[in-house]
């Protein structure tokens, strides 16, 4: 039975989100009209000069693109998300994707699982050698249009069951296995391995580490930190 590690993708690897980067190249492609951007235009201003949060930002742009991807061919879709990885390939944080390599060494199986559409994380994840991806899956319709309905919604925010059933299928084992997260969404699937790492975390991910004695790491510019160390 092979060991397994479970990361999220953005801001745990990818040093942005795959979602935002996407939304910003359908826009360039006229794909999505140049307006929707005032939709979450005020949460990205008040995230970055730091009045806001980042879910609140995050989730306007999930509206946007659940809006306007209704009707979208998959073929414009594939070709802004091709233009999104080739464009931000190397935009990956250094612990993390050592990490990874680190791991595939010792042969373990290596998942995703993300909140970013599955075309685009397919594409992202590839290059960096993962085995399996779990993402949100976006219905397409008869004529390889998005219907602007996501498939089984409710299972992809259950990364813990997703984590389960990963080990059952794949015949893994959970012992001396590995789990990389950045907010309190990953908790759940956090609890399930032997050792967790909150990488970059925010605040609710912060105390629930430090309550529980997990592994916290921060990489800032050049530079990793162990907050556990000494």
């Given amino acids: 039975m092979r060991n397994v590690a479970i990361f999220d993708i953005d801001g745990t690897i990818f040093r942005s ?93 290596i998942l995703a699982i993300s909140q970013s559409p599955k075309g685009i994380l397919d594409l992202f994840c590839k290059e960096l050698g993962f085995d399996k991806v779990y993402g949100r899956f976006y219905e397409l319709g008869p004529t390889d249009c998005f219907t602007g309905r996501v498939e089984d919604e409710h299972l992809i925010e259950n990364k813990a069951a997703i984590l389960r059933r990963a080990v059952e299928k794949e015949g893994l084992t959970l012992e001396a296995s590995v789990g990389v997260g950045d907010t309190e969404s990953d908790i759940p699937f956090l609890e399930l391995v032997e050792n967790p790492i909150c990488f970059n975390p925010n605040m609710k991910l912060y105390r629930h580490a430090k309550r529980n004695g997990w592994q916290i790491v921060v990489e800032r510019k050049d530079v990793i930190y162990d907050l556990n160390s000494k």
């Avoid at 009707?71 to 990885?85: E, P, Q």
């Fill in 17 to 109: 989100s795959l979602l935002i980067e996407l939304v910003e190249v359908l826009i360039e492609e006229k794909i999505f009209p140049v307006s929707v951007r005032a939709d979450y235009a005020r949460e990205k201003v008040r995230w970055l000069d730091r009045k806001g949060d980042y879910d609140s930002y995050i989730s306007a742009v999930v509206k946007v693109f659940v809006k306007n991807i209704k009707g979208v061919s998959y073929k414009d879709f594939n070709r802004s998300a091709n233009i999104v990885v080739d464009r931000y390939r190397n935009r990956t944080y250094r612990m993390t994707t050592d990490l990874i390599a680190e791991l595939k060494r010792k042969k373990y199986f």
